[in-house]
């Protein structure tokens, strides 16, 4: 694999991580202005507002998260995709000396990465949040339909013998990007509508 290529397919997998790592950023520091409130007791207030209102059975065993323990669940798989991009970068220097062993490095943190997204898509927000949780949803599967394209690109770049595969795929991948910049909007709309609302 040539190096603009690579570069190009860095680009591409930044860009798949980075949304979820600076909405993080912005998490942070949302949570801490709500702590001076006690969200604890207002937030449990909501919650079983939210219970007896709105169907709020939906978690893990068929419940909605609270607003407090959604919020926080969205910015700890924030976080995670942010040290996931800090390996991204890693292997992005990695790849100037060891291509291929930046490429395996790089399936490896896809590997990691899209568990994330799903996990995201799948969370059970309280009501408010029903329609940000939609838009979020949308925004993952995207995601997650792009770091698949992405680990069939590499997996192909690493075969010399499919370098022309490797290239149709690349071009397939940059001209989903396009499309996928929409998608990421919206995912971003999302967790910006959760962490202000």
Known sequence: MNSKTMKKLMALLMAAAMMLSLSACSKDEE?????GDKPGVAD???KDDVKNDNEEPKDDGGE?????DYKAKITDIGNKVAEL???VNAAQTKAATDPEGAIKDLIDIVDEMKPLY??????KAPEKFAAAQAKIKSGC?????MLDLTVEMMQLAVDPEQA????EKLTELTEKMTEYQADAQTLTEGLTEVMNG
Do not use: F, I, R, Y
Request: hydrophobic share 25%.
């Open 141 to 145: 599967e995207a995601s997650v339909e």
């Open 31 to 35: 949570p801490k202005d709500d702590g």
């Open 64 to 68: 909605a998260l609270s607003e407090e």
């Open 85 to 87: 991009t800090n390996d």
């Open 164 to 167: 022309d595969k490797a290239q």
């Open 44 to 46: 449990s207030d909501k």
């Open 118 to 123: 799903q996990e995201l898509a799948d969370l």
